[in-house]
């Protein structure tokens, strides 16, 4: 959810593969519904990570079956609106926070569960990707037969 100044809350939300704001839907979607009802999620997070980026990291937070690695985000969690000036030019001011499931919001950095600092040297192997796929496999959800 995004949460204003005033702490006035827009709640989004997905059912049947479809967007919705405020219980509202928005009319269209892409998406095939989920499988199942809580699969594993991991969540994989670095510097680069930013405001939409954020967004999609707050929205996983507090779900069950849901862990985040890597490295901090870059601190932007934030919703902003764009206003057109008289003379044309638009101005991008930001207006909300995101905020968790539980409405906790957020203001800087999102630190992982599982922080992962990569190292630049190792071209060849990705330990955060590495470190979220051994925790998949380890949900029974996930589970190799």
């Known amino acids: ?3 204003d100044a005033d702490g006035k809350k827009r709640i989004w939300s997905i059912k049947n593969g479809a967007p919705y704001v405020d219980g509202k839907s928005k009319g269209w979607s892409d998406a095939p519904p989920v499988a199942r009802s809580s699969p594993p999620v991991a969540v994989l997070t670095g510097e680069r990570t930013g405001s939409a980026g954020e967004a999609v990291v707050v929205a996983f937070r507090g779900r069950p ?3 985040s690695f890597g490295e901090p985000t870059y601190g932007v969690p934030t919703g902003n609106e764009a206003y057109r000036l008289s003379d044309a030019a638009l101005l991008n ?9 539980t409405g906790r919001t957020y203001d800087e950095a999102i630190p992982p569960d599982e922080e992962i600092v990569k190292n630049p040297l190792a071209r060849d192997r990705d330990d955060v990707l590495r470190a979220a796929q051994d925790w998949l496999l380890k949900q029974s959800a996930c589970a190799r037969p």
Request: glycine fraction near 0%; hydrophobic fraction near 40%; charged fraction near 40%.
């Open 93 to 101: 001011l930001t207006e909300v926070k995101d905020a968790d499931r």
């Open 65 to 67: 079956h849901t862990r």
């Open 1 to 3: 959810m995004f949460v």
